[in-house]
């Protein structure tokens, strides 16, 4: 299947989301902050980012920002 970053910094729900994506098969890439979720952008190819905008150092929009500047980025659900 394909692989999935989880940017949120609520640890209980970046697991609970690991878990879900990972029992239907995805690979998931979990990240707890902005910079963190920039960082595993960068590391792995992604096919679809689940992104809290409300996160400590860089914020969700940053990391949205980001990714819009990417023609080829992957969509994402906020």
Known sequence: MSTILVAEDHPRTR??????????????VL???????LEQLAAHE??????DLVMPNSHGFAVLDHLRADASASPVIV
């Open 15 to 28: 697991a609970m989301l690991g878990r879900m994506l990972a029992s239907e098969g995805h690979t998931t």
């Open 46 to 51: 992604v096919a679809l980012v689940l992104l």
């Open 31 to 37: 990240a707890a902050d902005g910079d963190e979720a």
